[in-house]
Structure formats: structure tokens, C-alpha cells
């Protein structure tokens, strides 16, 4: 190689690449028009979530519709999965192992108990709180109750207990109501609530406010009260322990009883010889009189009249 | 100028369709490289009609892909062989599809060759209602009468660069302003409609949607020649593999297109011819030592020319710089001669200023400056394109004016004849005599 004039650098350059690669045919990296077709569509969105979500959702169905399609398969699993299941309910932190009533008398409490549907120790998985609270609310003497399960493997029942306001008569024997008119308890005797009003009538027991209302009304004398008498379910008889009875009318009862209050307090009405005093209607209150009164009048009236009559 | 142009309007269709999505790709289809950029818009600049934007348009795009191949079936800029071209677009659509990592629908294409001619058009019109609406624009616009630009020859640009309102000239927007006429000039380029039906024809295989077409002239003239040289007359001489396209600019409109059939590769093949070289090998020896201005040094520059043929004595042969330079020189010499003919033609002296840009991937030879400022003239000076926001470094060369261009024009589109509506009266007498030869056929 001859070279006129030392010239290391170009030499060296031209030494080493000058040598050129592409003599020999160079290779074409065009990609075929699939390839091309098939790059443009991965970048499609719709096919990247494809490929990333749907295609692996697609797989895992289609291998467990295959493995499931088989009956022994099913079962195994099915037989896998309650034992697992069951084994995870039954552990000792699970298990209820007693319950507790708060708010109620012992007879509710054994009668709760009675109700309750539980077989203690029992998985707190296995408690139907919601349905159990109904059933121990369907009992009459509870008024409205809560269940939890607490720790300590504790099944509290906190009940509040309805409070009988009245004793209701009826053909059947007696029994409590509370305020809201509704059934407590079957009572045999009257005597065992001595503080309690006792009403009696076909419809009282859906009157009870009313009646309430009207015995309030009645408290100046309430000692000589025997109790309410719903008539013809639409109005109050207050009867008196002397079979007396103060008729009130349907509407305003406790306006009228309040009427014959003052009444009795001013002329004394309800020691004479009156057997009912009628206030049904309110602008003429009427008095009807015992036998020896009515006796006394018709002689009165003689005496003044000259026997006309 | 009664043909539809439904090609082009629908290609500005499917561009505002690109532009709603926010991606679109730039191709530029050259002899020696084809290079695709894919573009995004963020919208938050928006197309709004309210001007240009900050930075002519440029901050309301970025490039997100880049891919450059060789090109292959094409010379003199033009297609030559349809499946190799094909695979071409594929390859570089689909890097920079990858880089970008989005797909692309809509892409705009710029080709150099085609044998580009120029015709100014002038319309006139009487103003109707004494001041300028839409409608008049485009009835001046269909005024202008149409040249014969002979078969086998399709309109590529079409652009108003001047309007007149009256006496006064220079109008960019004559929209509400008031007068009696209005009168425009248009500059419209002609190309070979095979080479636009090839291009065509490509695009649509490679499942793309064409969404514009422009001249490489004007594209790189869009992004080499800076602001004051678009608005104060330049020419853009961008000197690519296959031909060598030539812009003139005024008003930062472009009113001249023309181009050389002699490029990078005719030196190339010269130097190919006279060391008898292979021509991947003369290419090398261009890039890596070519030169236009031979010096004493380069007498004893010898280059080593190599070869694997096994024969010793051709494969260790060796060529002074200043051999090969004797063998460029000449062939850059006719290619600036033959532009400067080119610009004499188009009378290039008259306008104003007379700076010439030059650009492309031939104009990167080494002392081209001195060598074309003694041909073209003092005011040369050697371009590359503007900046645009995620331009990779290495597609910031010269070789890239026109695909830069190109993502200028599609964040900045020109307005073009077909963008303005046909005026009504046109159509009565067309559609009229349409369905009379209806019923003439059918009855």
C-alpha cells in the first residue's frame, strides 16, 4: 500500500472502514403487510384491553367451565368448600356459648328462652339474629328487644317489656293491655292488679288511650269507680261501685266526665238516689232516677198538683 | 375551474377527523429516505379560528414518533416501483407508530418530484352587497379562469396568496371589509396525476387514510425559511436525493414552485461511474469525504476505495480527495446552475429580497455555501429546519426541512381553492342540464 506523504490519520480511517458492508445486498427490515396489519391492531385500545382483561377472563372460564363440567369435580369442590367452611365457623372464637336476657322479667325470660330455637353452644355463623330478634318480639310481654352477639362467646338479648295499663274483661276470662292496646298477659285474677283500671266491653281493648284518658278524668273519684264499659263499641259507660253508671258520649267523653265531676262535686249528685246520669248528649244531661226517688217525685208532684195525674 | 376537487376535499376532511382525534402522521415519501413523524395535537392551542396561534401553530403539536427508512421504488421523487414503496411506508409508519406507541389513521404525504409547474391566476369580482363575505371569496376564487395545464396533470395547491379590494392590494383577510371589487391571485401547482394516483394508491394499502398532499418545495420552504424570509421574498432550494425542488416565497405565501430531476444521487452515481465503485460504496465516499472546493491538502488525501472481489490489485485501490472532489464538483455545479436557471425563469430578481436558502440531505457537502453563493448569488445561506417541540436530535439535519414542513402545514394549513364554497350560481345550469340528459336517457 503506498501512501505519499505520512498520513497516519486519514490512513487509519480509510484503512479500517472503507471496507463497505453493503456491497453484499442489504437486508430489508420491511414488515410484511400482516405483520404491518397485525402491529396496527395491538395498538388498537379496544384489542390492548382485550389482551390485558378480557382474553386471561376468557382463559380462567374456559378452565373452569372444563374442570366443573365434570359431576365428581363439582362435588369434590362443593364438599371441599363446606368443610372449609365449617371448620372456620366451629373454631372457639365463633362459638356462642351462652345467652343473656337484660330488661325482663323472669316469666318473659323463660319464655324467651322457650322460644328461642338455640342449641347452646352454637356457631355465631349459624345465628339468625334478625329472624330470632322477631321471634322473641312476637312474644306479647315484649315490647321491642335487640339482639348482639358480644365477646366473651355472649348471646345478649336486651328486652324492653311492655307495661300493662289496664285489665281487660271479656267472655273468655281477663287479661292485661298496655297503653297501646296491646295483649300482655291472660290474668285469672282481677285481684292481683289491684292498681290497674279494669275495662270491659266488646272493643275496649282498641280503646285503651281513650280510656286512659277517661279514667285520668275521673280521678276525683276514683274510689268509686268499678270500671269502663265500652257500649256498643263506639262510647264509655264509667260504672260505678254502686251500679251507678255515668253514660259519656262518643265524641268528648272526658269533657262530659268532667262535667258530671264538677256536677258531683257541687250538688252531690252521685251519693242521691240517681241510677245513671246520661251524658250522651251534651246539651241535655239527664238524670234517671232510682226506684224510691221516682216514688218521691210522683208523691211531690200529687201534693202540688192535687192528684191530676 | 369547474372540477369538483373531491379528492381534496375529502382529504381536508379526513385532516379535521385526524385533528378531532389529536394524532396524525406527516410522511415524507423521498428518493434516498422516507421519514414518517407522528404528530399529536393537545387541543389546548386548538384550530380556532381566531388567527394563528402562539408560535404560528407550532406549540399546539408535538412529535411523538419518529421513524426514518430508506426508501425503496422511488426516483426523481417519484414512484417507481408500487410494492417496495409500499413496504417503505410500512416500515417507517410502523417504528414511529411503536415509538409513539399510537395508532394512526390519517396521515399527510409530501413528494418532490412529479414534475411540479406554476400558474398565477388572477379573479375578478363585483362586490354585491359592498362588503366581502365567504361567498364572495369563493366566487372570486371560482373566477379566476383556469389554465390548460394539459392531460395527465391534477392540481396540487391551489392557495390565494393576494387579495384586492378595490386599490388597495396586499389583503390577507378582505372578510366584512367594504368595497366594490374584489379581485385575488392565485397560485396554483400542477404535478403529474399518475405520481399523485401512485401515492394514492400506496397510502390506501398500507390501511392509512391520506389526509393532505403537498409539494417537498413547499414544506421545506415552510420550515427552513424563517418568518422575515417568508414575508420578505426567499427562495428555498431543498437539494434531496432524486431532484432538487426550488420555493419561492413572498408574503409568506409561496408563489413559485418548480424542480431540478438531478440530485444527491446523480453525484452519487458519478462518483460511482468514475472511481467504478459499487454505489452503496460511492455513497460512503461522499458523505465521508466529499467536498466541492479541492485544496493542495486534498492532492495527497488518498482514500483507500476497497472492495472484496478477491482480486488484489482492484480491491486495494486508492483515489486522492481531490479525484473525488474533481468529480462532485461539476455535477453540484449543474444543479445549482440548472436552479439558477430555474429562478431566472420564474424572474427571481424582481422580487425585493433575493436570499436563497439551501436545505435538503445534498446541500449538507462541505463548501456548498461558497460554491452557490458564487452561482445564485451573495445571499445564501444553508438551512435547516425550524425546531419543533419532541424533534429527536438526530431528524433535526437538513434532510428533514420537508417532513418538519409538513407537520407545520398540518398544525397551519393553507387555505386552498377547495376550502371555500362553490357559489351557487354555479351549480343551477350544471345540475339542470344533469337531470334533463336524465330524463333524456331514461324515457
Not at chain 1, 269507680?225 to 265500652?230: D, F, I, P, S
Not at chain 2, 421523487?77 to 414503496?85: L, P, Q, R, V, Y
Request: aromatic share 6%; glycine share 8%; charged share 25%.
Amino acid at each position: 500500500m503506498q501512501q505519499i506523504g505520512k498520513r497516519p490519520i486519514l490512513r487509519a480511517r480509510t484503512s479500517n472502514t472503507a471496507q463497505p458492508e453493503a456491497s453484499a445486498p442489504r437486508r430489508d427490515p420491511a414488515p410484511s403487510k400482516w405483520a404491518y396489519r397485525y402491529h396496527r391492531l395491538r395498538l388498537r385500545p379496544g384489542y390492548r384491553n382485550f389482551v390485558r382483561l378480557g382474553l386471561p377472563l376468557c382463559v380462567a372460564a374456559l378452565v373452569a367451565g372444563i374442570y366443573f363440567a365434570q359431576s365428581d369435580n363439582r362435588a369434590k369442590t362443593v364438599a371441599a368448600w363446606q368443610q372449609a367452611r365449617a371448620q372456620l365457623e366451629t373454631r372457639p372464637e365463633f362459638m356462642v356459648n351462652v345467652m343473656a336476657i337484660d330488661g325482663a322479667s323472669d316469666a318473659t325470660a323463660a319464655a324467651i328462652r322457650e322460644v328461642l330455637p338455640v342449641d347452646l353452644p352454637v356457631s355465631s355463623f349459624d345465628l339468625d339474629l334478625e329472624a330470632m330478634r322477631q321471634t322473641v318480639e312476637s312474644l306479647d310481654a315484649v315490647k321491642t328487644a335487640s339482639l348482639a352477639v358480644r365477646t366473651g362467646n355472649l348471646l345478649q338479648i336486651d328486652v324492653y317489656e311492655r307495661v300493662p295499663a289496664v285489665v281487660w274483661r271479656h267472655h273468655e276470662g281477663m287479661e292485661l293491655r298496655d297503653d297501646a292496646g296491646h295483649r300482655v298477659a291472660a290474668v285469672e285474677d282481677r285481684n292481683a292488679y289491684p292498681h290497674l283500671p279494669l275495662i270491659a266491653g266488646m272493643g275496649a281493648q282498641d280503646q285503651v288511650a281513650e280510656a286512659l284518658q277517661v279514667i285520668a278524668a275521673a280521678a276525683p273519684i276514683a274510689d268509686r269507680v268499678q270500671g269502663l264499659v265500652r257500649m256498643g263499641e263506639r262510647r264509655w259507660d264509667v260504672v260505678l261501685q254502686t251500679g251507678q253508671r255515668i253514660m259519656l258520649p262518643v265524641d268528648a267523653p272526658v269533657t262530659a266526665l268532667e262535667r258530671v265531676v264538677i256536677l258531683d262535686r257541687a250538688q252531690d249528685i252521685l251519693n242521691r238516689d240517681v241510677m245513671a246520669v246520661d251524658m250522651r248528649l251534651s246539651y241535655r244531661p239527664t238524670v234517671r232516677l232510682g226506684e224510691a226517688a221516682r216514688e218521691d217525685i210522683r208523691k211531690i208532684n200529687e201534693i202540688e198538683f192535687g192528684g191530676q195525674r | 375551474m369547474s372540477q369538483p376537487y373531491a379528492m381534496q376535499r375529502a382529504m381536508r376532511t379526513a385532516r379535521k377527523a385526524a385533528l378531532q382525534k389529536g394524532v396524525i402522521a406527516v410522511l415524507d415519501i423521498g428518493t434516498s429516505k422516507t421519514a414518517c413523524f407522528v404528530l399529536r395535537f393537545d387541543g389546548s392551542e386548538g384550530l380556532s379560528s381566531e388567527g394563528i396561534g402562539s408560535l404560528a401553530g407550532q406549540s399546539s403539536f408535538r412529535v411523538i414518533g419518529v421513524a426514518t427508512t430508506r426508501s425503496r421504488g422511488v426516483s426523481f421523487g417519484e414512484i417507481t416501483t408500487m410494492a417496495e414503496t409500499e413496504r417503505a411506508i410500512r416500515t417507517a409508519v410502523q417504528a414511529s407508530q411503536k415509538m409513539a406507541e399510537t395508532r394512526v389513521d390519517h396521515v399527510i404525504v409530501s413528494f418532490s418530484g412529479a414534475n411540479p409547474r406554476s400558474y398565477g391566476l388572477d379573479g375578478k369580482v363585483e362586490l354585491e352587497t359592498g362588503v366581502v363575505t365567504d361567498a364572495d371569496i369563493g366566487r372570486v376564487l371560482a373566477m379566476c379562469d383556469e389554465p390548460d395545464i394539459g392531460a395527465g396533470r391534477e392540481v396540487l395547491h391551489a392557495q390565494p396568496v393576494n387579495f384586492a379590494l378595490d386599490y388597495r392590494s396586499g389583503l390577507a383577510d378582505p372578510r366584512g371589509q367594504a368595497g366594490q371589487e374584489l379581485m385575488t391571485d392565485l397560485h396554483l401547482l400542477t404535478v403529474d396525476a399518475p405520481v399523485i394516483q401512485n401515492i394514492v394508491q400506496c397510502v390506501k394499502r398500507c390501511d392509512l387514510e391520506l389526509a393532505g398532499l403537498a409539494s417537498a418545495a413547499y414544506s421545506s420552504g415552510l420550515s427552513a425559511l424563517i418568518e422575515d424570509e417568508q414575508e420578505l421574498g426567499a427562495a428555498c432550494i431543498d437539494m434531496g436525493g432524486g431532484s432538487t425542488s426550488i420555493s419561492i416565497f413572498i408574503k409568506k405565501h409561496m408563489i413559485y414552485s418548480d424542480a431540478v430531476r438531478m440530485g444527491g444521487d446523480h453525484v452519487t452515481s458519478d462518483i460511482a461511474m468514475g472511481l467504478r465503485v459499487p454505489t452503496p460504496t460511492a455513497e460512503r465516499l461522499k458523505t465521508y469525504y466529499g467536498g466541492v472546493h479541492a485544496t493542495g491538502m486534498d492532492d495527497r488525501d488518498m482514500i483507500q476505495l476497497g472492495g472484496d472481489t478477491g482480486d488484489w490489485e482492484l480491491d486495494s485501490r486508492q483515489a486522492s480527495r481531490a479525484e473525488l472532489i474533481g468529480i462532485m464538483r461539476p455535477r453540484v455545479e449543474e444543479i445549482l446552475e440548472e436552479a439558477r436557471a430555474r429562478l431566472d425563469a420564474a424572474g427571481f430578481e424582481h422580487l425585493p429580497s433575493q436570499k436563497i436558502v439551501l436545505t435538503g440531505g445534498a446541500s449538507q457537502i462541505p463548501g456548498l455555501d461558497g460554491l452557490a453563493s458564487r452561482i445564485l448569488g451573495q445571499h445564501v445561506r444553508m438551512g435547516r429546519p425550524l425546531r419543533v417541540q419532541g424533534l429527536p436530535q438526530a431528524v433535526t439535519g437538513p434532510a428533514f426541512s420537508s417532513a418538519v414542513g409538513l407537520a407545520l402545514f398540518a398544525a397551519n394549513p393553507q387555505d386552498e381553492w377547495w376550502d371555500f364554497d362553490v357559489p351557487t350560481e354555479m351549480y343551477p345550469a350544471r345540475s339542470l342540464k344533469r337531470a334533463f340528459r336524465w330524463f333524456k336517457d331514461n324515457w
